[in-house]
């Protein structure tokens, strides 16, 4: 699976749009972009994933660029909620359970 | 529908012990895995098991083995407690085929080895 690079932690205004950025050059074709996020003392949750088009569920909105070498998640009105650790994998599509954990972006949402 | 249930929650052993971690998959998921967090690390995948069998590994030694059943629960087993064993234990589970890009986790077994 290809590597992927995440900013340690980023902060984020409560009602503002949480934009994660994650670098991911070494992507193959058929490798998908996935997101999950753990908030403290609980396991990770799916957020969402894609291939090549920009995607969007009612948790947020997965913009890929066109090269496919980064990717941004976005969360329109991030709440307190919202604060925790996002991980951008990326993995071969499939049914295949294995993922690779990096560390993640810290996410912290204030007031 | 209940989601992925893990027990127990928390667990103190001492170092060479065993130890049986179990896990009840989300209603009609088949395939389970697990995955071993460290403190400040993000998850590492064990193993996965569907259909009672193992169909994909980690970088994990032998001494830990799992099992899975017919419900579809499962068990990970680990053999001499290491110190560095000491971490949150997670089990996950999928529905496989169409609907198994998405893993479902259970809160975890924070496990600490004295």
């Known amino acids: 699976d290809a590597k992927t690079t995440q900013p340690t932690s980023m902060d984020c205004a409560e009602g503002r749009a949480a934009n994660l950025p994650c670098n991911h050059s070494t992507i193959s074709g058929n490798e998908y972009v996935y997101w999950y996020r753990q908030i403290h003392s609980q396991g990770p949750q799916y957020i969402i994933h894609?291939?090549?088009n920009n995607e969007t569920n009612e948790m947020a909105s997965l913009i890929i660029t066109e090269d496919r070498k980064s990717s941004t998640l976005i969360l329109p009105h991030a709440t307190l909620r919202d604060t925790a650790v996002y991980y951008c994998?990326?993995?071969?599509?499939?049914?295949?359970?294995?993922?690779?954990f990096g560390t993640g972006t810290r996410l912290q949402v204030t007031l | 529908e209940t989601g992925v249930t893990q027990s127990p929650t928390h667990l103190i052993k001492t170092r060479g012990q065993q130890v049986t971690l179990r896990c009840s998959s989300q209603s009609g998921h088949n395939t389970v895995s697990w995955y071993q967090q460290a403190l400040g690390q993000g998850p590492q995948f064990i193993f996965q098991?569907?259909?009672?069998?193992?169909?994909g590994r980690g970088n994990f030694p032998p001494r830990f083995s799992g099992l899975q059943f017919p419900n579809y629960s499962s068990e990970l087993n680990v053999n001499a407690l290491e110190l560095d064993d000491s971490a949150l234990y997670l089990c996950a589970s999928t529905p496989g085929g169409t609907g198994g890009e998405k893993l479902f986790f259970g809160s975890g077994t924070q496990l600490s080895v004295l």
């Open positions: 994998i990326v993995r071969e599509g499939g049914t295949a359970s294995k993922l690779t």
């Open positions: 894609g291939l090549k």
């Open positions: 098991y569907y259909r009672e069998e193992e169909n």
